[in-house]
């Protein structure tokens, strides 16, 4: 491939940040990346540990933008759940159009598009951002790739607020009654990014459809976290309107950042999470990460030791040396550390686990999309409906 650097933007996000995960994999394989972070913090200095370049701009800034990209042939492109979202994507287009020789857009988007139209939008703005954006993208004439991932295991809902409420008396409080959803780890979102930057070819004017390995109600979700912890996780089916009312509002999160976060809450209660895709699996070649193997790998989160089962192992060991290499093979600086200060370290959101979650500790929030089983598309074609199980609620825009 080409030797020039590839830009990774959002590369600094503290939770769920995929951005930062794909400088990791890419790095781990001797590629040259250049990260755009909008700030020189220590997560800055985590990225340059890794040997990446790291250049401090505004995704909003065409300056800025003009200045990470130039020389640069392949782009990802990502940006936290947040107002100038659909601000962003135009101006890394425009600047990508003007530049020439981009071969590849790497596009991060949500699943909830494969089922957006102009007459079928969500209330939540960051949704329909998401689908103006790759409208825009697509319009541009560069080679985009769009990958829309479900909700991720590094969201709020399964991972610090589980936490939270795991620690507190072993239970996970979440509104969506009996409804069925499919999280994916961001480390296999970002395999599979990586995997399009080094080899982009069979992949531009592709739309890749990302889900966890299966699909599965919130007793079941509980189940999986009991069998990785070891103890007894039980869901509390709480009521929408206390969510909504109470629950929700104590988070302290942004508005625009809440608004996202009730219409999530609402299509999940509704079965519009129920989806299930297996492009994961034949980009990668191998399954993805489960919830209890994602729980069980991350005792520090939710407070036990874990217990790793003999095939969770073996998934782990038979990853293609990307998840673990930064285990096998550790930069000189993290030599004789211990594995939770290593974590701590390529990945700040880890250290957010201990502290009280309000608008101050929020940099990123988890893509997140709506409805049921999906199939592949162009970017320039609708999705085919009828390829959805029938056992599954109807399709419907929502409300």
């Known amino acids: 491939m080409s030797q020039s650097p590839i830009l990774v933007t959002g590369a600094a996000g ?108 969500t209330d939540s703005l960051q949704q329909r951002m998401h689908w103006l954006g790759e409208q825009a993208l697509n319009w541009s004439g560069l080679p985009v790739v769009h990958v829309r991932a479900t909700v991720f295991l590094q969201h ?80 509390v089916d709480v009521p929408m309107a206390e969510w909504r009312e109470r629950e929700l509002p104590a988070r302290g999160l942004p508005e625009h950042v809440a608004s996202h976060m009730k219409t999530m809450d609402q299509l999940h209660a509704d079965n519009r999470y129920d989806r299930l895709t297996h492009d994961f699996e034949a980009i990668i070649g191998r399954p993805a990460t489960s919830i209890r193997e994602y729980v069980a790998k991350h005792p520090e989160m939710f407070g036990s030791r874990g217990r790793t089962s003999p095939d969770t192992d073996f998934q782990t060991s038979n990853n293609q040396g990307i998840r673990d290499d930064r285990h096998q093979s550790r930069p000189r600086h993290l030599l004789g550390r211990s594995q939770p200060e290593i974590a701590g370290h390529l990945h700040p959101r880890s250290k957010l686990a201990s502290i009280p979650l309000s608008a101050s500790a929020i940099s990123w929030i988890a893509y997140t999309p709506r409805l049921d089983r999906l199939s592949r598309s162009s970017p320039r074609e609708p999705p085919d409906f009828h390829a959805f199980r029938e056992d599954r609620l109807p399709l419907a825009p929502s409300p």
């Open 14 to 121: 503290r939770i769920g940040g995929v951005g930062g995960e794909v400088v990791d994999i890419l790095r781990s394989r001797g590629l040259p990346v250049r990260a755009l972070v909008r700030t020189d913090d220590d997560r800055a200095e985590a990225l340059r540990a890794t040997g990446a370049e790291v250049v401090v701009g505004d995704l909003t800034r065409a300056e800025d933008v003009a200045q990470a990209l130039d020389g640069c042939r392949r782009l990802y492109f990502g940006m936290s759940v947040s107002a100038p979202y659909l601000e962003a994507t135009v101006t890394a287009a425009a600047v990508a159009r003007e530049l020439g020789g981009l071969e590849a857009f790497v596009n991060i988007s949500q699943l909830t598009v494969s089922q957006m139209s102009l007459l079928a939008m």
């Open 156 to 235: 709020f809902f399964f991972s610090q607020w589980a936490a939270e409420s795991i620690a507190k008396d072993g239970t996970i409080r979440l509104p969506f009654g009996d409804a069925r959803t499919s999280p994916i780890d961001t480390r296999d979102v970002a395999e599979v990014i990586a995997a399009v930057l080094e080899h982009p070819e069979a992949h531009v004017g592709q739309v890749i459809e990302l889900t966890g390995p299966k699909s599965e109600d919130m007793r079941a979700v509980a189940a999986e976290y009991s069998e990785a912890l070891g103890r007894t996780i039980t869901y």
